[in-house]
Every structure is written in C-alpha cells, then in structure tokens.
C-alpha cells in the first residue's frame, strides 16, 4: 500500500543542512498496524509527514496504491491526502465552539451529499469510538480521552484508507493512553491500516510491527 524508495530529507539551518532523513526503504501493507519508534531528532515526524503527503522529500519517491505521491501537482496532493489519509495529533486541534458531531463533520465539508448524510456519517464515526452519548458536546465538556477519540472519529470519518497518528497519546494519563489505544487496536482489527509515531514503548504492543529509526534511517532495515 506504502512504497518509499531512499527517501532523504534535509531541513536548511543557519550551520548547514539538517539530515533528518538518509535514504529510508519502508513498505506498509494494507490492513498492517505499524509503529515508528526512535529517539527524540531520529527523524519520526518527518518520516511520517513525509508519508502523509504533507512535506516533500529531498530525494526519494513515496507510492501509495500504485501513485507517485510526490509527482501529483499540488492540488493533485491535497486531493489524494483528502481521498486517503486521517491524520491524528498530539493536540487534538478541536473547534472549541463546534459539538463533537460538528467537529467530526468538518472533514466533510467539502463533499457533495446532503447535511443529513453528513451527521449520519459523523454519528457512526463517534460510534465507532464509543461517544455516542457525546455528539451534542463542546469540547470543553469533554475529558482529554474523550477530545482524542473525537479527534480519531474525524480522522476516519471518511473511511480514510490509512490513518497517521502523530504521539496520539501524548497529552494522555497512561490509564487514558491504554484506552486510546485500545481503540486503534479495534480500528486495526476492522481493517483500518494504521501508521503511528510514538516515544512510548508500551503503545508499541498494540502494533503488529515496530520499526525503529535512528539518526534518518532504519535501525533494522525493513523487509
Ligand atoms: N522544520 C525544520 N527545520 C529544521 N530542522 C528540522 C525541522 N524539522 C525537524 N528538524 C530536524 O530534523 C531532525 C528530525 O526531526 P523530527 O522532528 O523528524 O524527529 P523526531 O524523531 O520526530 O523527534 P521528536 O521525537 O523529538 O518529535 C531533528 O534534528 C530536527 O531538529
């Protein structure tokens, strides 16, 4: 599903270049829950951004379901993130002055269906992650588990073919953090293809792989 071929990356600073990237061979497969793990600087979020379609190489090319991600024009990219990919973060990022329900829709603006097809889609999205009970809430009605897991409902609300997540616990207790990942770990078992970063050992037995980076590349190579 996921194809990098000897992706670099090097960020201009005021001493030269940063290599944040050294040339990383990755493949995801479909319906694979992958971690990335590595120190703080070896280079998680770049790899993950990078395979998210949000920042561009240095060299190297991404591929996903067969498309050069890469070689699309820049509303051509916008539109493959917006067909393909969720993304979740640290920050939950959530409107303050939207419901949950209103926050999860908000993906889908954009997409011609009704307002009623809209909510339905954003109601079975916080189904999913077991905040039913919660649409008519504002966030700041919300405990920091429950904010995530609306951020996780706006991330599949369009049934994305690969979530990204971004340290999607790091705001979180290690009692909330187990639940949140418990949910990925459901989400997984559906089918969803998952790629997270994370420092926390522990979130890394929910994946079915870890692959570690260390100073831009591949401590194990992958196979
Ligand atoms: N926009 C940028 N400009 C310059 N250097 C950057 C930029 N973003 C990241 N870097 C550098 O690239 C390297 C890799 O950073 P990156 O954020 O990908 O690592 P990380 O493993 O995700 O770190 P952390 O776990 O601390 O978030 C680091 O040396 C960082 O300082």
Do not use: W
């Not at 998952?194 to 929910?206: A, C």
């Amino acid at each position: 599903m996921i194809t990098t071929s000897n992706v670099t990356k090097n960020y201009p600073s005021g001493a030269g270049n940063v290599a944040a990237l050294k040339g990383v061979d990755l493949t995801v497969e479909t319906g694979e829950f992958v971690c990335i793990m590595g120190q703080s600087g070896s280079g998680k979020s770049t790899l993950l951004t990078i395979l998210g379609g949000m920042c561009h190489p240095s060299a190297g090319s991404v591929e996903v379901d067969g498309a050069a991600i890469y070689s699309l024009n820049d509303d051509g990219l916008a539109d493959f993130r917006a067909g393909h990919f969720g993304f979740v973060f640290q920050s939950f990022h959530l409107v303050p002055y939207l419901t949950a329900l209103e926050n999860v829709m908000l993906p889908l603006a954009p997409l011609k269906m009704s307002a009623l097809e809209k909510q339905q889609l954003a109601s079975d999205a916080l189904t999913r992650v077991g905040l039913a009970d919660c649409a008519g809430r504002l966030p700041s009605r919300l405990s920091g588990g429950e904010q995530e897991r609306v951020a996780i409902a706006r991330a599949v609300v369009n049934r994305p073919a690969i979530l990204f997540a971004d340290e999607p616990t790091g705001n979180l207790d290690s009692a909330t953090s187990d639940q949140v990942m418990g949910l990925f770990a459901e989400l997984h078992q559906a089918g969803q293809t998952i790629v997270m970063v994370t420092h926390n050992p522990d979130n890394g037995r929910y994946a079915q792989r870890t692959i570690r980076l260390k100073d831009g590349l591949l401590d194990t190579p992958d196979s």
